[in-house]
């Protein structure tokens, strides 16, 4: 399987004001999907540390970089223009879907500002800050990821395929 490596985004839990909790609840479902995990990260909602934490992800060659909080309306929360401005390319297909599964839940799915691009060999990935919402919308898309992750690091699929 792939490494991936989670990186919560919030000024609480950087500063020892709050527990992670969504940060924990996304490593389980990855873990329980057959991921290999590198050491998590909690960074501020200053938009040069997360910059700093997803060029270290990258350097650490980790092929799912998924992100947890800053997705929403604060002034502070700034995950989607870091992750966009951070990528070579973007993959709006898993917002979307997690938008679309998540408004099945509740309609302020419509509220979240989540992305996801390609960085060189890694997919990076926003979710909510909510361990809830978080876990809702991995759930989602997980399940396809392996096979954009299979491309993206040169694997291969039949003529019949593709």
Known sequence: ????KVIT???RCSRGE???RSGPVVEVLLRDAGY??????IVSDDPDALFTALTESVLE???LIVTTGGTGFSPRDNAPEV???FCDRAVPGIPEAMRYASLQITPRAILSRAAAGIKDRSLILNLPGS???AKENLEAVIGALEHGLLM???GTQSCAEG
Do not use: F, H
């Open 18 to 20: 709050a527990v992670d």
């Open 152 to 154: 993206l690091r040169g």
């Open 9 to 11: 985004v919030s000024d």
């Open 131 to 133: 361990p809830k919402a």
């Open 61 to 63: 060659d980790a092929a």
């Open 83 to 85: 992750t966009l401005a």
């Open 1 to 4: 399987m792939y490494t991936a």
């Open 36 to 41: 290999d995990l590198l050491p998590s990260a």
